[in-house]
């Protein structure tokens, strides 16, 4: 697969030839949302919690007469059917929102990701992405040079310069490529991976 290789001042100068087995996947549209929908449940906390009807506050006395008024019967105002009673099915802390992917779906639902975006020319890969201090301003007249408004770094190593540099600049993120996410993939509209980690993803994915 041909993919883009882009100099410092983020020109083409060539072609690179990325692995097939990576990059040169065919589009699996349902795989891709079963990985993303996987993804983003997997990264959800059982922080809500709702009452049932004994964890309500209520009075234990009944609110009217059994018969005579004409209306359904109550013996207590928690129940479920009333306002304010409790929840039948309430949501817990310990609710388990997990779905389980296998590897080999993993692995070829991010690599097809990866082709995809080598064919949408949103891809493109450098030697490496370095630079001399940790200051923001470096990296943004960087990426300004560069024409990238929206942009992952994946790379084989952030170094501290890189990391600290990046975080605080909107629509950018820079990472290991074993931290490569498919919704990061797929959220920013270009992708620049170092030549070392293409040769990682070359391991992880083929």
């Known amino acids: 697969m041909q993919v883009e290789l882009l100099n410092d001042q983020g020109q083409s100068s060539a072609k690179f030839d990325a692995p097939e087995a990576v990059f040169g996947r065919d589009y699996n549209e349902s795989l891709i949302h079963q990985l993303v929908v996987a993804f983003q449940a997997n990264a959800r906390q059982g922080t809500r919690a709702q009452k049932d009807r004994e964890q309500v506050k209520h009075s234990t006395k009944k609110p009217f007469k059994q018969k005579g008024t004409g209306r359904a019967r109550a013996g207590m105002t928690s129940s479920p059917l009333w306002r304010g009673g409790g929840r039948i099915f309430p949501n817990m802390p310990e609710e388990n929102f997990a779905h389980k992917l296998n590897k080999k779906m ?101």
């Open 106 to 206: 993993y692995r070829a639902g991010m690599a097809s990701i990866l082709s995809q975006l080598a064919r949408d020319g949103r891809l493109s890969v450098v030697d490496s992405l370095t630079i001399d201090a940790p200051k923001t301003q470096l990296l943004a007249a960087k990426f300004k040079a560069m024409n990238l408004k929206s942009v992952m770094v994946i790379s084989d190593n952030v170094d501290d310069n890189l990391y600290l540099a990046s975080r605080n600049l909107p629509n950018v993120l820079v990472v290991e490529t074993r931290y490569a996410d498919p919704l990061s993939l797929i959220h920013y509209k270009k992708v620049i991976v170092t030549k070392a980690a293409v040769a990682q993803f070359q391991e992880m994915f083929a």
